[in-house]
């Protein structure tokens, strides 16, 4: 592939692949000022390593969630503070596509309060980004089985908490 080839192509994946890292972001870090630094770290990376990324093994938005998420670590390593999930601006939760319908984010965020940061991180990746639990346990390197049942856990225990107000 060509340099001119290779800019173009990267240039409609980063375009189709945005609002998918960006949201994820702004969801891990909470609303944290550094959401918009790690979002730039993470697309400079997939840039620098774009001859890297396979197409058979992940879609694009998936392998840069994945940078994504190793610069929001790093990112957590080298800050003392930590974030709460009280303090995600409602903003976090505007879904794109047919999910905008959600009336209820306040009772989605009391929800997600319920999970810890694991589970969270589960449920956002299958119903947020909408990814298989094949990828998902690629992604995380973990049996597709094991990410069904951490799910189905999960589930559970939100509607669990619904069932007690």
């Known amino acids: 592939m ?16 945005f609002p998918i890292v960006r949201n994820y972001v702004y969801y891990r870090m ?14 400079l990376q997939s840039a620098r390593h774009f001859l ?16 994504a998420k190793n610069c929001i670590s790093s990112h957590y390593r080298k800050a003392t503070a930590s974030s709460n999930l009280d303090d995600i601006p409602e903003s976090v939760f505007a879904v794109q596509g047919e999910q905008d319908s959600v009336d209820n984010r306040e009772l989605i965020a ?9 589970e969270r991180e589960l449920v956002f990746m299958k119903y947020y980004l909408g990814m298989r639990n094949v990828e998902i346990a690629t992604q995380l390197s973990m049996n597709a089985s094991t990410i069904s049942t951490k799910l189905a856990r999960a ?11």
């Open 110 to 118: 009391q929800l997600l309060a319920t999970l810890d940061d694991d």
């Open 155 to 165: 589930m559970a225990k939100m509607r669990a908490s619904v069932g007690d107000r």
């Open 2 to 17: 060509s340099e001119p080839e290779r800019e173009c192509a990267f240039e409609t994946l980063y375009r189709e692949s």
């Open 30 to 43: 909470a609303g944290n000022d550094a959401a918009e630094d790690i979002i730039a770290e993470a697309y």
């Open 52 to 67: 890297t990324f396979d197409p058979s093994r992940s879609k694009f938005s998936t392998w840069v969630v994945s940078i």
